[in-house]
């Protein structure tokens, strides 16, 4: 199952919602989701609507709903329905969470359910006229029969809309989003750069997107590797793909930013893009001299638990890198956490440092 932009729009006028993240590319690409999302009262109407197809005689009492992560336009998603739980998953991980009470009855309140939350899209969505996620919603059987509305202000960027209608009461955490940090370049001499070509690998990351702007603007010719992710699934085909694209052409530079979700204690096997990807593209391009650019991590020096995977990762591809690139090709960066889409919490604030401290990095690779 899925929602396309056509489904969004449409959801867009039932509920009055105007948020754009749901209905521009352009104005989301500006944010941390940079593509579309679908909007999240659609989603829980549809995992509602599934709920209430199984367990036709129940009524729903009370609601705890969840949003783990944005749910992207065109994305492929499973409705699981329990008794008292549905999850809404992308690829086995759970993108919304629903717990509920309902009981056996012969009443049906879901026509006023479903107004409720079309009101908290449409009161949220449109807040300040400025984009928002909603974080959680819980939703109880009304029993005071008053109809009402208040949102306050709980930090910077958080917000809480308490909302009533004549039948059930809502109380709902949301987040102002945050634009991401945006730096123009202004276009340099061109002609002493003009026959130099960069390759970057990590198309759709914000430091790839970082450093092909600030090289274009200084006259350097920016290619990116189509295929700009790789999975152990399909790794013969894509390496099939890898290297023959780059056999095809012949780089002065490379920037290696590809990287999966950094995740906090989750056992994650980096070593197959952090490593075993990367010697193929080294082995491929050591020939022609390509220096490559290689992002490694100042938590390296540290004894953060959190990310021990992902620390003890890089260690061993800097190990590789200093036992095998005799030619001294590859530049080690350790880099501090930045500012990315990456680093952003659903709290509305992106972690670490401004991405512009990449241009001194960049500087001294290409000097």
Do not use: C
């Not at 490593?275 to 490559?292: A, E, H, P, Q």
Request: glycine share 2%; charged share 25%.
């Amino acid at each position: 199952m899925k929602i396309n932009s056509k489904a969004n729009l449409h959801f867009s006028r039932l509920s009055k919602d105007k948020n754009k993240i749901h209905l521009s590319e352009r104005y989301a690409e500006n944010y941390f989701i940079k593509k579309t999302i679908t909007h999240g009262a659609n989603l829980v109407l549809k995992m509602l609507s599934a709920y209430l197809k199984k367990y036709n005689n129940k009524e729903i009492k009370k609601i705890d709903i969840n949003f783990l992560k944005p749910t992207y336009t065109n994305q492929e998603f499973e409705i699981l329905v329990k008794a008292n739980s549905i999850f809404l998953k992308v690829d086995k991980v759970k993108n919304v969470e629903i717990y509920l009470k309902a009981k056996k009855t012969n009443l049906n309140h879901s026509i006023a359910l479903k107004k409720l939350i079309l009101n908290i899209s449409r009161i949220i969505g449109n807040h300040k006229a400025k984009p928002s996620l909603i974080l959680k919603t819980n939703i109880l059987k009304n029993h005071t029969r008053k109809s009402k509305a208040k949102i306050t202000k709980i930090k910077k960027n958080i917000f809480n809309l308490k909302l009533s209608n004549f039948t059930y009461t809502s109380d709902t955490l949301f987040v102002k989003l945050v634009k991401k940090e945006k730096e123009r370049f202004i276009k340099q001499n061109r002609r002493a750069k003009l026959n130099k070509k960069v390759l970057i690998f990590g198309k759709n990351s914000d430091l790839g997107i970082y450093t092909s702007n600030y090289l274009k603007s200084l006259g350097y010719q920016i290619y990116f590797f189509p295929n700009y992710y790789f999975t152990k699934k399909n790794f013969n085909t894509d390496k099939i793909k890898l290297e023959k694209f780059l056999g095809s052409k012949i780089f002065d530079y490379i920037f290696y930013f590809i990287s999966p979700k950094i995740e906090p204690y989750k056992k994650i096997n980096y070593n197959f893009l952090y490593l075993d990807i990367f010697k193929i593209i080294y082995n491929k391009v050591k020939f022609f001299r390509t220096k490559i650019f290689y992002p490694s991590s100042d938590f390296i020096n540290s004894k953060n638990l959190v990310f021990t995977n992902y620390i003890n990762s890089k260690k061993k591809a800097e190990n590789w890198i200093l036992k095998n690139d005799s030619n001294g090709l590859i530049k080690i960066f350790r880099l501090p956490q930045l500012q990315s889409s990456q680093t952003y919490n659903l709290f509305g604030f992106y972690d670490g440092l401004k991405i512009s401290i990449l241009k001194r990095k960049i500087n001294t690779f290409i000097k």
